[in-house]
C-alpha cells in the first residue's frame, strides 16, 4: 500500500472522528438512535442548537438544527427547529407544545414541552406546535408600564398640590400662620388651667360620688334584706290574682250587661212615652193640666178660707181673713192661669 493512500486514510478518519467528537461534546451521538420532532417558530427568541429541551425542569433532549425556510416566491416563511429527544420515557403528542422560554435569570434561552399527556402520540419528524413565551425585558415592560403610568398621574398631582400650595401660602396667609402659632403657647396654658379645675372638680366631687355610691349599696343591701317580704308580698299577689280569677267574674260581667240591657228598654220606652212616666215627661197637656189643677185647688182652698160658710155651717168659727189680701191672691192666681194657658196654645 502506497504511503500517500495510508495518509489519506488517516487524515479521513481524524475528520470523522473530529465531527463525531464535536458533535458529541454538543450533546449529539451520532450512532444513537434518538427521535427527531420538529416546531415552526416566526422568532426563535435567540435559542441556539444545542439549547436544551426541558421537561418539568428535567433536561430531555437539545435542539439539533435551525433552519430559515423560503415560501414559493422565495420570501422568507418560518424558522424550522429541529429537537431530539434522549428521554426514552418522553412521547410527544398531536397536542404538545415546544414553548422558548428563559431558563434562568441570565436570559439562557430554551424549548420548553408542555401538555404531553393530552392528545395522540406523533411519529418521529412530526411538526409540533410552537410558541414563545415573553422575554424577561417585554415582562418588565409590561409591569413597569402601569407603574410608569401612575408615577406620572402621582408627579401630576403633586405638581398641581405644588401649585395651590403657592397660591394660598401668600404673605397674609404666613402673617396669619404666624400669628396662630404664637397663640399655641396661651392655648396650651389654657388647657393646662382648664386640666387643672377639672382635677379639682373631680377631686371635690369624688367624695359625693362616694356618698352616692354608699347610698346605693345601702338600697341594695335593704332591697337584699327585704327579698323575703318581696317574696310574700309577690306570693300574695299570685293568691289574690288566683282568687279573681276562680270568682265568678264572667257572670257577674253577664249580670251587670243584662240589667244595663233592661235599663235602656226602660229608658227608651219613657223616651219614646209609653207608660205612666213616659206621658208625664213626654205630655206637655198633661203637664198643663197638672198646673191649671194646682191652680183651682189653690183658688178652691182660699175661697174655704174666705167663705167657709160655703161648706162649714159654723157660725162661731170666722175663717176669712183680710178681704184685701184675698183679692189679691186671687188675681194673682187668675194671671198664673192666663200664662199657663197662653203658654199651653203656644206649644199646641
Given at each position: 500500500?502506497?504511503?500517500?493512500?495510508?495518509?489519506g486514510i488517516i487524515v479521513v478518519v481524524t475528520i470523522l472522528a473530529a465531527y463525531w467528537g464535536i458533535n458529541f461534546l454538543k450533546g449529539?451521538?451520532?450512532?444513537?438512535?434518538?427521535?427527531?420532532?420538529?416546531?415552526?417558530?416566526?422568532?426563535?427568541?435567540?435559542?441556539?442548537v444545542s439549547n436544551p429541551v426541558i421537561y418539568k425542569g428535567l433536561k430531555v433532549g437539545q435542539i439539533s438544527s435551525?433552519?430559515?425556510?423560503?415560501?414559493?416566491?422565495?420570501?422568507?416563511?418560518?424558522?424550522?427547529?429541529?429537537?431530539?429527544?434522549?428521554?426514552?420515557?418522553?412521547?410527544?403528542?398531536?397536542?404538545?407544545?415546544?414553548?422558548?422560554?428563559?431558563?434562568?435569570?441570565?436570559?439562557?434561552?430554551a424549548i420548553s414541552l408542555e401538555r404531553l399527556d393530552m392528545g395522540k402520540t406523533v411519529a418521529a419528524g412530526a411538526y409540533i406546535i410552537g410558541a414563545?413565551?415573553?422575554?424577561?425585558?417585554?415582562?418588565?415592560?409590561?409591569?413597569?408600564?402601569?407603574l410608569k403610568r401612575s408615577a406620572e398621574t402621582l408627579i401630576?398631582?403633586?405638581?398641581?398640590?405644588?401649585?395651590?400650595?403657592?397660591?394660598?401660602?401668600?404673605?397674609?396667609?404666613?402673617?396669619?400662620?404666624?400669628?396662630?402659632?404664637?397663640?399655641i403657647p396661651n392655648t396650651i396654658k389654657n388647657l393646662e388651667q382648664a386640666t387643672m379645675t377639672i382635677d379639682t372638680t373631680i377631686k371635690v366631687s369624688s367624695d359625693k360620688f362616694k356618698g352616692i355610691l354608699s347610698n346605693i349599696y345601702a338600697i341594695t343591701a335593704n332591697i337584699k334584706e327585704s327579698n323575703g317580704k318581696i317574696a310574700s308580698i309577690i306570693s300574695n299577689l299570685?293568691?289574690?290574682?288566683?282568687?279573681?280569677?276562680?270568682?265568678?267574674?264572667?257572670?257577674?260581667?253577664?249580670?251587670?250587661?243584662?240589667?244595663?240591657?233592661?235599663?235602656?228598654?226602660?229608658?227608651?220606652?219613657?223616651?219614646?212615652?209609653q207608660g205612666t212616666i213616659g206621658k208625664l215627661i213626654n205630655d206637655d197637656q198633661l203637664y198643663q193640666?197638672?198646673?191649671?189643677?194646682?191652680?183651682?185647688?189653690?183658688?178652691?182652698?182660699?175661697?174655704?178660707?174666705?167663705?167657709?160658710?160655703?161648706?162649714?155651717?159654723?157660725?162661731?168659727?170666722?175663717?176669712?181673713?183680710?178681704?184685701?189680701?184675698?183679692?189679691?191672691?186671687?188675681?194673682?192666681?187668675q194671671q198664673l192661669l192666663r200664662q199657663d194657658s197662653?203658654?199651653?196654645?203656644?206649644?199646641?
Open positions: 500500500m502506497k504511503k500517500e493512500f495510508k495518509i449529539f451521538d451520532m450512532f444513537s438512535k434518538e427521535a427527531v420532532y420538529h416546531a415552526k417558530y416566526a422568532n426563535i427568541q435567540g435559542i441556539e435551525i433552519t430559515l425556510t423560503l415560501d414559493s416566491a422565495g420570501a422568507i416563511g418560518f424558522i424550522d427547529v429541529a429537537f431530539v429527544l434522549s428521554n426514552k420515557n418522553v412521547f410527544i403528542t398531536d397536542s404538545t407544545v415546544a414553548r422558548i422560554i428563559s431558563s434562568d435569570l441570565l436570559g439562557s434561552r414563545v413565551e415573553k422575554d424577561l425585558q417585554t415582562q418588565i415592560n409590561e409591569q413597569i408600564l402601569p401630576e398631582s403633586v405638581e398641581q398640590l405644588v401649585g395651590s400650595f403657592k397660591a394660598v401660602m401668600n404673605e397674609d396667609t404666613k402673617n396669619n400662620l404666624i400669628q396662630a402659632f404664637a397663640t299570685d293568691l289574690i290574682t288566683d282568687s279573681i280569677a276562680k270568682s265568678n267574674i264572667t257572670e257577674t260581667i253577664l249580670l251587670v250587661n243584662k240589667t244595663m240591657l233592661k235599663t235602656n228598654d226602660i229608658m227608651a220606652k219613657i223616651n219614646s212615652g193640666e197638672l198646673i191649671m189643677t194646682n191652680a183651682r185647688l189653690s183658688l178652691l182652698i182660699m175661697d174655704i178660707q174666705e167663705n167657709p160658710q160655703r161648706y162649714i155651717n159654723l157660725s162661731l168659727i170666722d175663717f176669712r181673713k183680710n178681704k184685701s189680701d184675698f183679692v189679691a191672691d186671687t188675681a194673682n192666681i197662653t203658654s199651653y196654645k203656644k206649644k199646641n
